[in-house]
């Protein structure tokens, strides 16, 4: 059995069921005028390291004119993040923010008008932070906590599986199966920040476990400096981000 076997039988993805009460939620608090364009499920259970009791993130885009840039609703068991597509339009896109993406990156409602694909096809090496990675492999080295491990490797194996394999992966696991990681680390990591959920009696790093970690994520570092330095050619299109642009105003404007 491969290393995150286990782990990938464990189905934490949003079922339609919930994702019908996600869109009715968001439906009955926005303006009748305002149409949903996008819902992305994000958070610790895309990611693949939650349990099933943790709550569903969740990341989404409306087009509502003269209405909140951005709306966060706290309803247990949901955390929804909502952006007026504007936001994602002028600021997200021109600034290359490579976080947001991501969150959007794993939709389970799409308006049949939004051009999902044309979205993704703007994402560049650029929107991935290299300094945002360090920064996290810092806090862990700071805090030694599994979860800020989690997040650094979560900053590094997306990124490097998008720069490689031409689509996005927010499920840490798959995309380390995909890219042939096999990183004991991140499943450790992992373990121990479910452990009450797991029948496990501890739930910190080792001495000997931390730097083990450590090491790993030294080495996807490297890895993502490296990846990154090779698709340099691959720069961020003006023309096409207009007519993104363009083409999303009309539709829903």
Not at 61 to 72: E, N, T, V
Request: glycine share 4%; proline share 4%; aromatic share 14%.
């Amino acid at each position: 059995m491969g290393l995150y076997d286990e782990i990938l039988k464990v189905n934490l993805e949003i079922d339609r069921a919930t994702a019908r009460e996600v869109v009715n939620i968001i439906r009955g608090i926005i303006p009748s005028r305002a149409r949903i364009l996008l819902l992305s499920h994000t958070g610790s259970r895309a990611f693949g390291w939650s349990w099933y009791n943790y709550d569903y993130d969740i990341h989404g885009l409306i087009a509502c004119d003269r209405y909140w840039d951005w709306m966060h609703l706290g309803k247990p068991p949901f955390d929804i993040n909502i952006y007026e597509v504007s936001h994602l339009l002028d600021i997200d896109l021109v600034y290359r923010h490579g976080e947001v993406i991501m969150n959007l990156s794993n939709p389970f409602y799409l308006d049949p008008e939004f051009p999902f694909k044309e979205l993704m096809r703007l994402v560049t090496p650029d929107f991935f932070s290299e300094h945002m990675l360090v920064s996290q492999i810092n806090f862990f080295k700071t805090f030694k906590q599994p979860r800020a491990a989690l997040h650094a490797y979560r900053l590094a194996i997306v990124p490097i599986h998008f720069m490689k394999k031409g689509r996005m992966e927010l499920n840490v696991f798959k995309a380390a199966k995909s890219l042939k990681l096999k990183l004991r680390g991140l499943v450790l990591c992992r373990n121990l920040y479910i452990a009450r959920h797991i029948g496990l009696n501890r739930f910190s790093l080792t001495g000997e476990e931390y730097e083990m970690v450590l090491n790993e994520l030294n080495r996807l570092h490297s890895m993502f400096v490296e990846v990154k330095k090779k698709r340099s050619d691959v720069k961020w299109d003006e023309g096409k981000y207009r007519e993104f642009r363009d083409k999303v105003v009309s539709t829903f404007y």
